[in-house]
């Protein structure tokens, strides 16, 4: 993001810091990485709706439930591996129940708490989906890059999660809203 044309002048009483403004490679950096975030979303989301009518968050959750010992997480749980909002995560959880994929079961030690659990169907749908959409994911992303620029990726995207992760009290993260 450069300056905008009617910017106030540095040290304006408008404007007592200037901002610290992207120069024009960075600009050039962010805009491909947006792009290129914004497809990739979109190619994986229409993949994952052709194949199995479900939309690629749905997917996540149906894979880190798979992962989970005795195929099951704490609501709370999922939404952080998730990185998303409770409340997202409620509505999709719903979602999932209504096709059959999930159930979510009381915790026996936390009255509020929930586990959503996957079913022995939605296991079924993500074994069949998996194919097609690795398949995807390797000719979107994989496939263009060398094995030192995947190494880079992974480098770059885990610094870049973990700066944007905080972990002091209070912390205002999707999972916590």
Not at 53 to 81: D, K, Q
Not at 133 to 156: C, M, N, T, W
Request: charged share 30%; hydrophobic share 40%; glycine share 6%.
């Amino acid at each position: 993001m450069k300056a905008p044309a009617s910017a106030p002048a540095a040290g304006s009483a408008a404007e007592p810091h200037e901002p610290r403004w992207l120069t024009g490679e960075e600009q050039r950096v962010w805009r491909s990485f947006m792009e290129g975030v914004t497809l990739l979303d979109d190619h994986l989301d229409r993949q994952l709706q052709r194949d199995a009518g479900m939309p690629h968050v749905y997917y996540g959750l149906l894979v880190n439930l798979a992962e989970a010992p005795r195929r099951r997480l704490r609501m709370t749980e999922l939404a952080m591996l998730a990185k998303i909002t409770r409340s997202r995560l409620s509505h999709a959880v719903a979602r999932l129940e209504k096709n059959g994929w999930v159930y979510r079961e009381d915790c026996p030690d936390d009255k509020r708490g929930q586990f959503a659990v996957l079913t022995d169907e939605g296991l079924e749908v993500l074994r069949k989906t998996a194919p097609g959409h690795v398949e995807a994911v390797r000719q979107a992303v994989f496939d263009r890059l060398s094995p030192e620029q995947q190494k880079s990726l992974g480098e770059i995207m885990q610094i870049v999660a973990e700066g944007l992760q905080p972990t002091e009290a209070g912390a205002d993260l999707p999972w916590l809203r």
